[in-house]
T-cell receptor
Framework: EPEVTQTPSHQVTQMGQEVILRCVPISNHLYFYWYRQILGQKVEFLVS????????KSEIFDDQFSVERPDGSNFTLKIRSTKLEDSAMYFC?????????????FGPGTRLTVL | AQSVTQLGSHVSVSEGALVLLRCNYS??????LFWYVQYPNQGLQLLLKYTSAATLVKGINGFEAEFKKSETSFHLTKPSAHMSDAAEYFC?????????????FGQGTTLQVKP
């Protein structure tokens, strides 16, 4: 069964460093998403991406964040200069279409720890 | 603005007992509603979804949920809990006319199943 994969499963970094979180969405999917979950809090939407551009982004997704689909399979989230408050579980998701009723398939997440 | 409230961050039931996980939503337009489950060290998996068809929705693993517009609720139930149901459950809402796919999640409910 096709699945979304994410690497690494756990990333530890120093404050101020750049990190890149990687995701491989399901191969025939066209819409891609990043969410994050700070420990003990809700899963929050960060950004959606379609046709090589951002469709929607949340207030959290400021200039420190960027997304890219560098090739036909990977979808990355970059945080340019990490802050302590960026520590969270980051989930990638993909869907075949962007319709409201479509299922989003989630990856297992990357736990980011900023020291 | 849309929002989701899950009543009870922790629910504990005995094996074989009824499972009831509560979800209330707020939406100014007809919502699309989802329940996701997260097992330890895994991504979020869709249990079921409401997309304005039948108000009683059946999902995987014996779960079902009923959309009640008058109560703005979408509670998740299962007649008989199994040990394997122990996990975290998330209710989510999406704007009915959204074409960006943003999901808005509740806080999550951890289900414990006692032998």
């Amino acid at each position: 069964e096709p699945e979304v994969t994410q690497t690494p499963s756990h990333q530890v970094t120093q404050m101020g460093q750049e990190v890149i979180l990687r995701c491989v969405p399901i191969s025939n999917h066209l819409y891609f998403y990043w969410y994050r979950q700070i420990l003990g809090q809700k899963v929050e939407f960060l950004v959606s991406f379609y046709n090589n551009e951002i469709s929607e982004k949340s207030e959290i997704f400021d200039d420190q964040f960027s997304v890219e689909r560098p090739d036909g399979s990977n979808f990355t989230l970059k945080i340019r200069s990490t802050k302590l408050e960026d520590s969270a579980m980051y989930f990638c998701a993909s869907s075949e279409f962007g319709l409201a009723g479509d299922e989003q398939f989630f990856g297992p997440g990357t736990r980011l720890t900023v020291l | 603005a849309q929002s989701v409230t899950q009543l009870g961050s922790h629910v504990s039931v005995s094996e074989g007992a009824l499972v009831l996980l509560r979800c209330n939503y707020s939406s100014s337009v007809p919502p699309y509603l989802f329940w996701y489950v997260q097992y330890p060290n895994q991504g979020l998996q869709l249990l079921l979804k409401y997309t304005s068809a039948a108000t009683l929705v059946k999902g995987i693993n014996g779960f079902e949920a009923e959309f009640k517009k008058s109560e703005t609720s979408f509670h998740l139930t299962k007649p008989s809990a199994h040990m394997s149901d122990a996990a975290e459950y998330f209710c989510a809402v999406r704007h009915g006319s959204s074409n960006t796919g943003k999901l808005i999640f509740g806080q999550g409910t951890t289900l414990q199943v006692k032998p």
